[in-house]
């Protein structure tokens, strides 16, 4: 399983990013696709999940605010962040979880950066 994730950069506070993450390889069903963020020097934390299944969870500091949605045609998870702010600065990373097998999938993280 690999996993791509692109759509980060630099954007003012109150601007909107997406993100996407494609997942290519052996995808079981069931799976939860989820989006993480990690500040240096803090621990990783879970921002959003969406089961194969199509249900949804949130932290809820980003609750109203960021979107978890999947094609699941291409297998690609997107967030769509909106009304951001400076402390939602990060590396964000997509995961896949295959609880049947108990793995987990990690791709690489994209810099999120919120700043004047």
């Known amino acids: 399983v690999q996993l791509q994730a692109s759509g980060g950069g630099l954007v003012q506070p109150g601007g909107s990013l997406r993100l996407s993450c494609a997942a290519s390889?052996?995808?079981?069903?069931?799976?939860?696709l989820a989006w993480y963020r990690q500040v240096l020097g803090k621990q990783r934390e879970l921002v959003a999940h969406i089961t194969s299944g199509g249900s949804t969870h949130y932290v809820d500091s980003v609750k109203g605010r960021f979107t978890i949605s999947k094609d699941n045609a291409k297998t690609t998870v997107y967030l769509q962040m909106n009304s951001l702010k400076p402390e939602d600065t990060a590396v964000y990373y997509c995961?896949?979880?295959?609880?049947?097998?108990?793995?987990?999938?990690w791709g690489k993280g994209t810099q999120v950066t919120v700043s004047s």
């Open positions: 390889g052996d995808i079981f069903i069931p799976n939860v």
């Open positions: 995961n896949l979880h295959l609880p049947r097998y108990g793995m987990n999938y």
